[in-house]
Structure formats: C-alpha cells, structure tokens
C-alpha cells in the first residue's frame, strides 16, 4: 500500500523519531511504495516555529539537505524491500515562497512534491487556534480567510512542476470544521479543482485529519464528493509525523473509501526510463494490506 506525505523528527521539530525508524516501520506494515516529504526550508526569521527558537532559516536549509542525504541513503539501502520516493513539502508565506521553491527544485533532485498551504498572511493555519484567530482577524474573517486560503492554493497549483500530490486539500478547516462554505469559496474551491484535474496531479486522501479530531480525512466529504465527480486522481497519506504514525488511522482510511465508492487510487512510481510517474491502484478495498495492517494493529 501507499502513503505519498511523511515527516520525521530527525528534520522537522513538530514530528519525532529518526527517518529511517519511520521506513522501518513502513516496512513491517507492509507498505509498497512510501514518500518522504520532509518540509522546505523557510526562509525568513519571523516565520520559524516556537519550537524552532534559537535556530536561524540557514539551519533549515542545512536540515532540507541533509534530509535529502540520508532519504536517498534509505532508498538504496532499503531498495529490495520497499519502493521510497523522495519529495518535500511546499510552503507559500510570502510573495518570493514560490520563487524560491523553484530555485529549490533546480538546486536539489527530487521525485516529486506535496503541494500544501499552511499559512495566510504570514500566520500559521495548524499550530494553534490562537494562530489560527490571528490568521483570520487578517483576512477579515473565516470567509476571508478560507479566500485567502484557496487563492494560495491555487497559485501554488499552477507553479508547481509535475508530479505533484495537493496536500490536506481544505486544512484551513482544521479549527472551523462546520463553517458552511458559501458561493465564492465553493467557486475558488471548483477552480482549484479544475488546475488539478489539467495538471494530472493527484490529491491525498489524508488520514491525519482524524488525529487531529475532524470527521472525515482530507478532504471532507463534501469537497471530495465534488471532487469524485470531477474524476479527480486520488492517492493515500497517513502524514505521519513520526514512526508511531505510519499507517495511522488506515483502517478507517478503508472505510472511508468504501462509503465512498472509491476503489481506484494512484500511486507514483519510476517508468522503465527512471521518470516518475502516476499508475492506478485499482481494487485497492479488496487489497492484502487491508487485512495485513488490521492485524498489525491487533497485535
């Protein structure tokens, strides 16, 4: 089976455990294809985490590469028993973030990326709902702030080269899960989707979400329904933040598709000339992880 968005302690303060605890693990759940997904760089002082004091935006950088280092050190070592792929995860806080996510790429090999928003106005969207306020009195309110939100996302759609995977689709909902979506997010939401379907990326079907206490996986059943009848590109994430996640919330990732109907996912592997590229999963609810990981987690 498959997860596309991964985070390890070893290179990102808010996840715990080494990088190759979190493959290993991955392979004893039987996991196929696994992608490493560590977060770019930031690069501006005022955006670093509290975690994070005492730390400059050089040392970020440093981290990125050294991750890089030893992601691929893994894919080799662990070649035979698990395909890994090697990407980041966007950021977009400022007006030079998608420039400098380009320069990124031309700098540094990579597989592929997860295109993901966590910041509006320069305030983080996930770490607290304090944050979560602050971004919101910025954009005039929560209608304002999901505008922003999706607006982001879209530039970071039509930027980012291919293949690409749109992380947590709506994680701006994360602290206003039943705020009612109006007209114009709908329609900032359905242009969204549209970049995506053109472009071929494909989005996650996210685990996490139920960690952090939301009904259903990104996206929410009512963005995926549109989604599914847009004949989206869907694949799985457990955006594991850690060993102990791997595979988090699988099961009830099963379920989900099946309510619904979705028993086709794609996957990104190499072609015989070494690109990366998407093939489908189909009968993925009838797969042998199904089984295997339920008994794993029994045990």
């Given amino acids: 089976m498959i997860s596309l968005h991964s985070h390890s302690g070893q290179h990102c303060l808010h996840a715990n455990g080494k ?46 590469h050294n991750y890089v280092i030893e992601a691929r050190r893994l894919q080799t070592k662990y070649a035979s028993q698990i395909h890994l792929l090697v990407g980041c995860e966007t950021e977009h806080i400022h007006s030079s973030s998608l420039d400098e996510l380009e320069a990124l790429r031309a700098s540094v090999p990579l597989d592929y990326v997860v295109a993901s928003v966590h910041h509006v106005n320069g305030h983080p969207l996930d770490f607290d709902f304090t944050r979560y306020a602050a971004a919101e009195e910025s954009a005039g309110g929560t209608e304002g702030l999901f505008l922003a939100y999706f607006h982001a996302q879209r530039e970071i759609l039509e930027r980012v080269e291919q293949p690409a995977v749109v992380g947590h689709f709506d994680l701006v909902r994360l602290f206003r899960p039943d705020f009612p979506l109006s007209e114009e997010v709908w329609k900032a939401v359905r242009r969204n989707v549209d970049v995506i379907v053109a472009k071929g990326a494909l989005v996650e079907i996210n685990s996490r979400a139920w960690k952090k206490g939301l009904k259903d996986a990104y996206p929410q059943r009512d963005i995926l329904e549109f989604m599914i009848s847009k004949n989206v590109k869907f694949t799985l994430s457990d955006d594991s933040h850690g060993p102990t996640d791997v595979g988090m919330h699988y099961t009830k990732l099963f379920a989900y598709l099946s309510e619904m109907k979705i028993n086709t996912v794609y996957t ?8 990366v590229t998407t093939q489908p999963i189909y009968n993925v609810l009838d797969h042998p992880f199904r089984g295997n990981l339920e008994r794993a987690q029994e045990e």
Avoid: C, K, N
């Avoid at 040392?59 to 990125?64: I, V």
């Avoid at 990104?268 to 690109?275: I, S, W």
């Fill in 19 to 64: 990088l190759e605890d979190v493959v290993l693990r991955a392979i004893e759940l039987g996991f196929h294809t696994y992608g490493l997904s560590e977060h770019v760089p930031r690069s501006r002082s005022q955006d670093l985490y509290p975690e994070e004091e005492g730390l400059a935006p050089s040392d970020l950088t440093t981290t990125f």
């Fill in 268 to 275: 990104l592997a190499r072609d015989t000339e070494g690109r």
